[in-house]
C-alpha cells in the first residue's frame, strides 16, 4: 500500500507547472509593513552619507537617457543622440551615460549616429508599454530592433497574464522573447504599480528571472505609480535571493518618478544595502530617467544647467 499523503503530495508536484516549482524554492510572503519600515530606516540613516560627489559622479554614468514620446522622430532623436557625443567633448572629465533608451524605430538612427565609446543603445520593445499584443509580433518587434542596432531590450512582463495566475504563460512569453534578444541584455519591466502587493512584486521579480530577464526594471514611466522606494527594496531582495540560489547575478534598473537626485541616492543607497558593493557598478544599476541628467549635471558643476 502507498502512503496517502506521500502520493497526494507527488500528483501536486506533478501538477504544477515548472514555472511554479521554480518559484517553490523561494519565500515570496513579503510583510509590507516590514518593508516600509526598512525602507524609512535606509531613507533616514543610510542616505545622507551616499549624498557625495563621487556617487552623483557614478550615478552619471548609470543614467538611462530616455526619450519615449509620441512626438519624437528621426530628426528630434538624431538632436537627442547628438547631445550625447557633444558631452563628451564639453565635460570629458564625467562619465558618459549608461544608455540612451528609444523606441524600435529608432534603434538604427542611433546606431549610425552614436559616436560614444561605451554608451549602449536600448530598445523598449513588445508592443511597450502595455504588452497587449500577439507574442508573435512582440517577438518580431524585438528582434527586429536588435538587427537595427539596439544592444539592449527592455519588455514589458504581460501584466494581465500575472494577475490572472498564469505564471507559466507570463514565463513563456518572456522566454520567446529572450530568445528574440539573441545576444542582446533582456530587461524585464514589472510595471510595480499595477501589481497589488509586496508579494506580487516578489513572485514577479522571480518568475521574470527565471524566463531569463538579465535585469528586472520597476515601471515603464507611463502608469499612474512608477518606481517607488518599497519596490525596489522588495526587487533587490529578490535579486539577492535569485543570485544566492543560482550563482547568476540579474541587474536592477528602477525607472519613471525619479524626479530629483534625492530620489537617485534613495535607489543607490537601496542597492548598496540590500545588494551590496557588487551590484555597484554603471553596468548591473542603471536609472531610466532623462530629468535626472540635467539635476546631476547641475550639482557637479555647482550651477543649474541643461545639457539634454
Not at 501584466?159 to 507559466?168: M, P, Q, R, T
Not at 536609472?287 to 539635476?295: E, I, V
Request: glycine share 6%; net charge negative.
Amino acid at each position: 500500500m502507498h502512503d496517502n499523503h506521500t502520493h497526494t503530495h507527488q500528483t501536486e508536484i506533478h501538477l504544477l507547472s515548472k514555472t511554479e516549482q521554480a518559484l517553490r524554492k523561494y519565500n515570496v510572503d513579503v510583510d509590507d509593513a516590514a518593508v516600509q519600515a526598512a525602507v524609512r530606516d535606509i531613507i533616514a540613516t543610510k542616505v545622507p552619507e551616499n549624498d557625495t560627489p563621487e556617487v552623483k559622479r557614478f550615478l552619471m554614468g548609470s543614467i538611462e537617457l530616455t526619450t519615449l514620446k509620441t512626438t519624437d522622430s528621426m530628426e528630434s532623436v538624431l538632436a537627442f543622440t547628438e547631445r550625447v557625443n557633444k558631452f563628451e567633448d564639453t565635460y570629458p572629465d564625467l562619465p558618459h551615460v549608461a544608455t540612451i533608451c528609444v523606441y524600435p524605430c529608432f534603434a538604427s538612427v542611433v546606431s549610425q549616429s552614436l559616436e560614444v565609446e561605451g554608451v549602449e543603445i536600448a530598445c523598449v520593445s513588445g508592443s511597450f508599454p502595455s504588452s497587449q499584443a500577439l507574442i508573435e509580433v512582440k517577438a518580431v518587434e524585438t528582434g527586429l530592433a536588435v538587427k537595427d542596432g539596439a544592444t539592449e531590450i527592455d519588455i514589458v512582463m504581460p501584466v494581465g497574464k500575472y494577475l490572472s495566475g498564469d505564471y507559466e504563460g507570463v514565463a513563456e512569453d518572456i522566454m520567446e522573447l529572450k530568445a528574440a534578444c539573441r545576444e542582446a541584455p533582456m530587461k524585464v519591466i514589472l510595471e510595480t504599480g499595477c501589481l497589488p502587493s509586496g508579494t506580487d512584486i516578489k513572485r514577479a521579480s522571480l518568475i521574470s528571472m527565471y524566463a531569463g530577464a538579465d535585469y528586472i526594471k520597476t515601471s515603464t514611466g507611463k502608469e499612474k505609480i512608477s518606481a517607488t522606494p518599497e519596490a525596489a527594496y522588495i526587487m533587490c531582495q529578490a535579486i539577492k535571493e535569485y543570485y544566492d540560489e543560482t550563482g547568476i547575478q540579474i541587474g536592477f534598473k528602477p525607472a519613471g518618478g525619479i524626479n530629483t537626485v534625492t530620489d537617485a541616492l534613495t535607489y543607490y543607497t537601496i542597492v548598496k544595502e540590500v545588494l551590496g558593493e557588487q551590484w555597484l557598478t554603471n553596468k548591473w544599476f542603471r536609472l531610466g530617467t532623462s530629468r535626472l541628467a540635467n539635476l546631476l549635471l547641475s550639482e557637479l558643476l555647482g550651477e543649474e544647467t541643461k545639457f539634454f
